[in-house]
């Protein structure tokens, strides 16, 4: 989808320019925020601030970086620590991670998302279309998960 400032027309933009116009448009109209930006990926590593820059001046006004195991939740949290009240953390367990969990993780997970910038458990589901972890590993998983969604967070 991309925008404009007068109509919001559904088509994909055909450049990362584009989608910066788009994303620019919509700013003066929008309060613009990221909900799954994948800010822990190794690519990223060596350019989160070029990341950010070029985010906020798309009119990007907030980013919440998700987590998909524990690993990428305490990354999401760490730089909620360096872009404070820009970055916010979800923090949670990827179906395709959910063969792994014990209770360790559980531990963990809980007290990641005690942290007032974790604002939302995430990002977990169900994935069915790839088998890195069973139907009814995942269900378990995504269950215990919901149960800290009861705690006052969203559920991304």
């Given at each position: 989808?991309?925008?404009?400032?007068?109509?919001?027309?559904?088509?994909?933009?055909?450049?990362?320019?584009?989608?910066?116009e788009a994303l620019e448009d919509l700013s003066g109209q929008y309060f613009i925020t990221d909900v799954s930006a994948n800010l822990t990926n190794k690519k990223?590593?060596?350019?989160?601030?070029?990341?950010?820059?070029?985010?906020?001046?798309?009119?990007?006004?907030?980013?919440?970086?998700?987590g998909t195991n524990i690993q990428s939740s305490k990354e999401a949290l760490r730089l909620t620590r360096i872009f404070p009240d820009y970055i916010y953390c979800a923090a949670g367990i990827h179906p395709n991670e959910a063969k792994s969990?014990?209770?360790?993780m559980e531990v963990s997970l809980r007290e990641i998302l005690s942290n007032p910038e974790c604002v939302a458990v995430g990002q977990c589901g169900l994935d069915y279309t790839k088998k890195f972890s069973e139907p009814a590993e995942q269900k378990e998983v995504?269950?215990?998960?919901?149960?800290?969604?009861?705690?006052?967070?969203?559920?991304?």
């Open positions: 989808m991309s925008c404009s400032s007068s109509k919001i027309v559904k088509d994909t933009p055909k450049s990362s320019s584009d989608l910066a990223f590593a060596r350019d989160v601030d070029g990341v950010i820059e070029r985010a906020q001046s798309a009119g990007v006004k907030k980013i919440i970086v998700s969990w014990d209770d360790d995504l269950n215990k998960q919901d149960l800290f969604g009861r705690t006052n967070l969203k559920m991304g």
